[in-house]
């Protein structure tokens, strides 16, 4: 069962601060089942406890351009990596209250990020300058976040994050997926969330 007492000033997305909110729909609390999920990246530790994804995706500048092109991509869930890398099936953002994923967009030649705030009761979205380093497999939302992609296809995208700190400090991991939108999807979601975009150009 995942620790509750989460050191909160921790909560690194590699590097990622996550958006302080609540989630737009009321989550069931509910005990966390900690069987393994087989993903398509098998993970491990080194002497630092620093996790890493042992196969880990080649991906080039032109395979990210393309794959981000006319694309978002919409949180689906952040399940956590246990002491032995396997990764749970015990979601992160089910035992958090007051936080929700974010999810991203790219359009204009920039990184757009949305999620719902508590503090405004609705949907935002900020927009960050960006670049991806081939060679790391990092993407650098400049000001936002760093995210470890191990994992890139036409449907998916999977993120090795560094997401919280238990109770002893000590570092927890998580394998983000988020499900890679098309253009049409994406216009959906964003209307959806009654964000309106004055011309949606996407790369």
Known sequence: MMKRNKVMASLLVGGTLMGVS???TTKEQTKQNTSKVVPPVTFAFNKKGECYAKNKQNISAEEFERLTKSAGWEWQSSCMIDKNGNVTTADFYQSIVGMSPINYYFSDGQCHSFFFSNATGQNVKYDYDYRFDPKTGIL???GHARLNIVRMTEDEVGILERISCDADGKPEYAYTVY???DEQ???GVLMQRRLTVKKLILK
């Open 179 to 181: 499900n890679r939108l």
């Open 185 to 187: 999807t994406l216009m």
């Open 140 to 142: 650098d939302i400049k």
């Open 22 to 24: 609540a989630c737009n």
